[in-house]
């Protein structure tokens, strides 16, 4: 089957779990069991589930086995009330309910009154996962604050999750002997992970923007299907009844530190370096009780520096002048327009017609700086050090509306914006002494996202989630033109690549060019991926047992965009674009 065709296909899996486990991946369960002082099951008990953030409730009646199960339950704090005729009225107050995971409250009924309220503590009995063998842990919003990240991304944590090692690149774990392009990111039930390498997700995942992380490392339940790496669940914060935000930034810079060793070796100034990150989040009511919203937008400048040395010549071969240590060790010139060293007999100019030096390669060569650092041959050519900027720009807005109809229909919608610019140190001018990086490579990302959760009965609910990611990258081509005006020289194109001078009994010398230039450099290459999701789970509960069933749709157009600025110099390919044997080859 060709790649094209996989990618279009739609992918339908349906699951049945025949347990207590009825969770997606962006929702947890609560169960449990309801019996009387001398533990006796206590049948056709009131159990209300109440969130403590939203106020939305719902109820549930116990089974003949006296057992409760609340599917499909947004994590957050709960409070659990039990109440029967003829016995107190039991609550469980700050029930904590954790993404992808079971909550297990049981709850003993005491004698009396149910005007009487008895406060129940949860027991450890909570926090064991009963109802499937995954591995994993769960990181609430407080742990994602304080836990130490490079970059204030969440999915960098998964490095802190039972049987994962550090490899590859992106997320840069591998989780239970998986390779890392194995791994799955899901943000409020939508797939966000990268389609064409998935070492990274198509927009980033700050920690102020994440209100709970489950990572599953191995053994994971049917709602993750994508790939057998780590799966990861996330879960955006929302808003609630009461209005909470922060203001924060974050800085890193150099002034602390210490000049580099090569820089005082060349002379070179300390580099500045200057990394700020900054975010706004707010979130609260529209509508107390019905309508809430979030949002958040966090920035980052990071003024960072690349190190670079290049082959300069020195101010004499500039001229045309060549210099050679005798035997003796004594440094000799040989000008190439009267040098008389060249001929069979020895007394033969270089150059019979006294032209010296191309003109091509002096104009060239005129653009180089002169060698900073110790290097090359030390006579002809030397190492030229610089510091080049290669700042980086992002950019990341992300809002969130939930909406209660009724006690038995809600609605989650969000909209997450990322545009990241980076300079890179992959081509750089060196030209007239002014070291820069001459290429960026643009990054933007997209998703939409809504889902619709519907108790159409007690034991019955549905929950239908879409989701549209959009993930576009590019590199920009390399042009001498362009890239250094200053190389456009009349007649010549010695500015793509090494030149190389012949000298004498075969002798070479190599130089760089004042640009990095090459074939690969030359190319254009991006890649514009979209990610469209319909995603169906429908969760019954009969006795003991809940049945789960789920569809999930993927349509996923890939375009890939290239271009070639040098012809006939690629003789096998660079990207297969489709595998079949009538596919479309791009080389």
Known sequence: M?????LLMPAIVFVVAVSASAQTSVSGTVVGTVTDPTGALVPKAEVTLLNMDTNASQSQITNEAGGYVFPNVTPGSYKLTVKMAGFRTASINSLAVEANKSTNAPVALEIGTDKEIVEVTATAAALLQTTDAQIGNVLTADALLRLPSLQRNV??????????VPGGNGLAMRASGAIDDQNTVTLDGIDITQNVVATNTAVPTPADSVEEMRVTTATPNANFDRASGGQMALVGRRGGNTVHGALYEYLQNSDLNSNTWDNNHAGLKKAGIRDNRFGVRMGGPIQKDKTFIFGHYEGRRFASVAQVQRTAPTDTLKQGILQFRDPAGNVQQFNLATAAV?????????????LGISPAVKAQWALMPAPNLSGGDGLNTGSYLANIPTPTQTDYGVTRLDHVFSEKLTLNANYTYYRSIATTSGDISIANGQPHSVIQSPQRGQVI????????????INTFRFGVVRDNN????????????QLAIPGTNTGAGPIALLIGQGVSTFLDSPIDMDTQRARYQAAYSQDWQWIDDVTKVRGRHSMQFGATVNRIPFTHVRADKVVGSISSLVANIDGSASGDFLS
């Open 155 to 164: 999915t960098e944590l998964m490095a802190l999750q039972p049987a994962v």
């Open 342 to 354: 060249c001929g069979p007999s020895g007394n033969s100019p270089c150059d019979p017609r006294g």
């Open 2 to 6: 060709s790649l094209r065709n996989a």
């Open 449 to 460: 996202s809504g889902s619709l959760t519907y108790q159409i009965q007690p034991s019955l």
């Open 474 to 485: 590019a590199g920009a081509a390399t042009s001498p033109t362009i890239a250094a005006g």
